[in-house]
């Protein structure tokens, strides 16, 4: 099944250029704050497999896994490739342009855990992204996508854009559920406001596992 189950305005964006060129500029920031990033490496240590081998999808200078998680390897799939280079959890890197082309280039089964931190607003076909992940997932290996309330709005695809947060998590629920072979799905608010400054940034975090 692909994007176009929806209305094809829906991924559309403010800027429809290549990503290439919004994305050769190297930005060396985080785009979740101190408290989020700590849920969001909290949540990490929950569900990443000890031993395992991880994908971190449409990934930066940081992935945000705990410090101490035990993993064989760990490969970053994102846009520009000096973050990438910095990143000091990644053993290897690629860049690679999912809008451009959905398909990733792994052998099937070949992975324990995905991750997508604070990118998936980005995607302009994710059933067939989500279709890949699930492909070059293990049977059981998990699918980790992460979000907040931040975003760059002219890259971010319109459907996102004109929806509220707990709409996105219902958004992203349905990117697993159009896409193959998904169980356990679970989405969770792992930053509330409650305990936190007034302007921390919400959390949300949609996950599954591969039948």
Not at 116 to 127: G, H
Request: overall charge negative; proline content about 6%.
């Amino acid at each position: 099944m692909t994007t176009n189950s929806f209305p094809a305005d829906f991924f559309e964006r403010q800027d429809m250029s290549d990503d290439s060129f919004f994305y050769s500029t190297p930005r060396k920031v985080v785009h979740i704050d101190e408290n989020a990033i700590g849920a969001l490496t909290e949540v990490y240590r929950e569900l990443l497999p000890a031993g395992g081998t991880c994908l971190d999808l449409m990934s930066s200078w940081r992935s945000h896994y705990p410090p101490d998680l035990q993993v064989t390897r760990v490969i970053g799939l994102g846009m520009n490739k000096e973050e990438l280079r910095d990143n000091p959890q990644l053993d290897k890197y690629l860049v690679h342009n999912l809008n451009q082309n959905p398909h990733l280039p792994y052998e099937s089964n070949l992975f324990d855990a995905v991750t997508c931190a604070v990118s998936v607003q980005y995607l302009t076909n994710p059933i067939a992204v989500f279709e890949e992940v699930n492909r070059v997932l293990k049977a059981n290996g998990v699918f980790i996508v992460s979000f907040s309330n931040r975003c760059f709005p002219n890259k971010a695809v319109a459907i996102w854009m004109s929806t509220s947060d707990e709409q996105h998590i219902a958004l992203v629920g349905q990117y697993f559920q159009m896409s193959s072979n998904w169980k356990d799905l679970a989405a969770q608010k792992t930053n509330p406001a409650d305990g936190y400054p007034l302007r921390a940034d919400p959390l949300y975090v949609v996950s599954a596992r591969k039948v």
